[in-house]
């Protein structure tokens, strides 16, 4: 039966103890749950009973490295099953996401209007790449049309003034270039946040005549 051959405490923040069980590599277990268990060196643990302790174990860590992890800004699913990841934590990565979003820690819509309306403050850019920019960060599609579209009519613009917006800010930088190379430049710096060609080339020609 395997037995307990070592307690240490565990480094870090999150605490709690590390566990040995016959001299095999340890697990991080909370001082919660090791009181709870009545841990102790000898202490002979089932297969069943340490199969459980373990999974215990390890998704009482995911919750409390996830909830730390969106404790700084909003997070996607997407980004704490990443992070989950880079601890090894991976398989209690479910567990951790399910829990954070029944909390209301965990929201993507949340994340995904405050992913606009940050953009549309201080980097303007056309809906499609609004939308382009949140799917590359785990937000679904349907979620991603639905807040670029609420958060625009929330704010009260267009794309058309977004684009003005953008464009003003660039076009300062480029007077001093010649014309034709100007109006080049400032159409491609358009083009890669994502406006469109027709409402690019009419707004580029008004302010580069």
């Keep these: 039966m395997p037995i307990v051959t070592a307690l240490e405490p565990a480094p870090g923040w999150i605490g709690g103890c590390l566990v040995q069980v016959d001299g095999e590599a340890a697990f991080r277990v ?3 749950l090791a009181r709870r268990e009545n841990l102790e060196l000898g202490m002979s643990l089932g297969g069943v009973e ?3 302790l373990v999974h215990e174990a390890g998704c009482a860590e995911a919750m409390d490295r996830a909830v730390h992890y969106l404790s700084y800004r909003p997070r996607t699913g997407r980004e704490v099953r990443r992070y989950l990841g880079k601890h090894r934590l991976a398989k209690y990565a479910d567990h951790a996401i399910n829990r954070c979003v029944e909390l209301g820690y965990l929201d993507d ?3 995904a ?3 606009v309306r940050e953009r549309i403050r201080f980097r303007p850019r056309g809906a499609p790449r609004l939308v382009s920019e949140l799917l590359s960060r785990g937000i679904e599609r ?3 049309d639905r807040a670029v579209e609420t958060v625009l009519v929330e704010a009260g613009v267009s794309e058309q003034s ?3 917006t953008a464009a003003v800010r660039r076009a300062g930088a480029l007077k001093a270039l010649e014309p034709a190379t100007a109006r080049r430049r400032l159409s491609a710096y358009l083009a890669r946040r994502g406006f469109r060609a027709g409402e690019i080339r009419q707004v ?3 302010l580069l005549p």
């Design 30 to 32: 909370s001082d919660d």
């Design 50 to 52: 340490l199969a459980a």
């Design 109 to 111: 819509r949340a994340y």
């Design 113 to 115: 209007e405050a992913f």
């Design 142 to 144: 349907q979620t991603a």
């Design 162 to 164: 977004l684009l003005r």
């Design 204 to 206: 580029v020609l008004e």
